[in-house]
């Protein structure tokens, strides 16, 4: 058991610098770090990091994908299964451990396997055909973490299961094209291919294995090549691209029907104007891929390029225990999209906190701001205002790092007159505006774009 998970013990007395959880007072005074690899989203990063994930959700519900919560745990067994034992992800990067009651359970490491899992679970199967999900948040892999690679990282996902219809695979990437766009990346690729299905797979595994076996590999390239040939294609050392330039290719090993599939997407992405390139070589992480995978690659982030990517999985459903369904879906990486929108300069959002802000000038005035200002939050107009007594230039200063488009300043004057002065901070016009007037006014000159 993990040494910090102590009952409370009843002995330990109040002003004996020992607390309750046997820590002492100069323990609590340590300061603490974010875990490493694990990266913090605080203001004014953080509205765009809401602005990442909710524009894609958008564009999911937008083309009917439900809303879907899940677990931020799961059985240990749901992502070596559904995962894959050969991927780095299951072998070396899962946050496994045993709770109290001795069940092993695991940080989420990626969405899919918990989807499938409350799909089965649920019999959201059992009606309308295809499901389509789509769901957010944090995800865990223990990965040696640098810029773009961190321990907790951020996804929004859809998937679509239950039809297994070209169509399907073109709607899930043009969406997450669509959205990289509304978020403003410009500078992206998509890259494509297609990993077989279950009748060609076996042959293109043997004649890859034939290939890699020739080839002078260390020892433990040669134990991947024998579980998962596929991964060694994705060896990032030069020595090992180099050896491997010539490997076959999964696309040359295509059945009739995985080619045809592949050439239907590939068409129809053509006509929804989606721009993309094969990669032969793609190889995805995770083992659950087969026919059509993707990525969405950035080059302005370095080695950790993918913003997204995602692929069609039709034996998983069936692998974790329900129906021969198949699926395909997506992950679009919110931590990395929001480095590339770095990498681009290209911020796409208003980044000011609130637009109107109240400045009382005196006592009286104090609680007839805050009025004023609970009544413009009433009517959906962001608002705050300077507490603490702040004098003028203080209160001033505060509207500014707000980045306030209004101030609304009430002295004794005002006060008498019933009136509010209402002060546009882009021009330093002021406005002495009858009370009941104020919000009514205010929410006329926000209609308009800011000078
Ligand atoms: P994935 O490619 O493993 O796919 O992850 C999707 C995206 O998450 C990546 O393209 C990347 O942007 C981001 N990502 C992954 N690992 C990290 C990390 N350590 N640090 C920062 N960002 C990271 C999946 O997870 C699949 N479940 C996607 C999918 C859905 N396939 C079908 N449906």
Not at 32 to 55: E, M, N
Not at 98 to 120: F, H, Q
Not at 366 to 391: E, K, N
Not at 433 to 447: E, F, G, I, K, M
Request: glycine letters at 10%; aromatic letters at 8%.
């Amino acid at each position: 058991m993990c040494k910090y998970h102590r009952e409370p013990d009843p002995q330990l007395k109040l002003g004996t610098g020992i607390n309750w959880f046997g820590v002492s007072e100069k323990q609590q005074l340590t300061k603490f770090s974010a875990p490493k690899g694990v990266p913090d989203y605080y203001p004014p990063q953080s509205p765009l990091f809401l602005h990442v994930r909710d524009t894609f959700s958008h564009q999911a519900h937008l083309a009917g994908y439900e809303h879907i919560e899940l677990p931020i745990f799961e059985d240990t067994g749901l992502f070596a299964r559904g995962v894959g034992e050969s991927t780095d992800v299951v072998s070396k990067e899962m946050y496994t451990f045993a709770d109290r009651g001795d069940r092993s359970v695991t940080l989420r490491p990626e969405g899919t396997a918990g989807v499938m899992r409350s799909v089965i679970e649920h019999n959201l199967d059992r009606g309308q055909l295809p499901v389509k999900l789509t769901y957010h948040g944090p995800f865990f892999r223990y990965e040696r973490p640098q810029a773009g690679r961190y321990r907790q990282l951020q996804q929004v996902g859809v998937e679509a299961i239950g039809v297994d219809d070209p169509l399907l695979d073109a709607e899930v990437i043009a969406l997450a094209d669509r959205c990289y766009r509304a978020v403003g990346l410009t500078q992206y690729r998509l890259e494509i291919s297609s990993l077989g299905d279950h009748t060609c797979r076996p042959e293109y595994r043997q004649a890859l294995q034939a290939f890699l076996f020739a080839l002078p590999l260390d020892d433990e390239t040669k134990r991947r090549a024998e579980v998962n040939p596929l991964r060694v294609l994705d060896d990032k050392r030069p020595e090992v691209k180099e050896m491997t330039a010539d490997a076959p290719l999964m696309l040359d090993y295509l059945s009739h029907e995985a080619r045809d599939h592949f050439e239907t997407v590939t068409g129809l992405l053509d006509d929804l104007g989606v721009n993309y390139v094969i990669n032969p070589r793609l190889v995805r992480g995770l083992d659950y891929y087969t026919k059509t995978c993707f990525e969405f690659v950035h080059d302005g982030l370095g080695a950790q390029s993918g913003i997204g990517g995602g692929g069609r999985y039709d034996g998983l459903m069936a692998q974790l225990g329900g129906q021969a369904l198949s699926g395909i879906g997506f992950g679009l990486g919110v931590d990395r999209t929001l480095l590339a929108l770095e990498a681009e300069q290209v911020n796409p959002i208003d980044t000011s906190r609130v637009h109107v802000y109240g400045v009382a000038m005196g006592d009286a005035a104090r609680s007839h701001v805050a009025a004023l200002i609970d009544q413009c939050r009433a009517h959906g107009i962001a608002a705050d205002m300077s507490y603490g007594g702040r004098g003028l230039k203080g209160a001033m200063k505060g509207a500014d790092r707000a980045g306030a488009r209004f101030a609304l300043v009430v002295g004794e004057s005002e006060l008498e007159a019933g009136q509010v002065m209402v002060k546009n901070l882009a021009t330093g016009e002021q406005v002495a505006t009858p009370r009941n007037d104020v919000v009514a006014s205010l929410q006329q000159q926000l209609s308009r774009p800011s000078q």
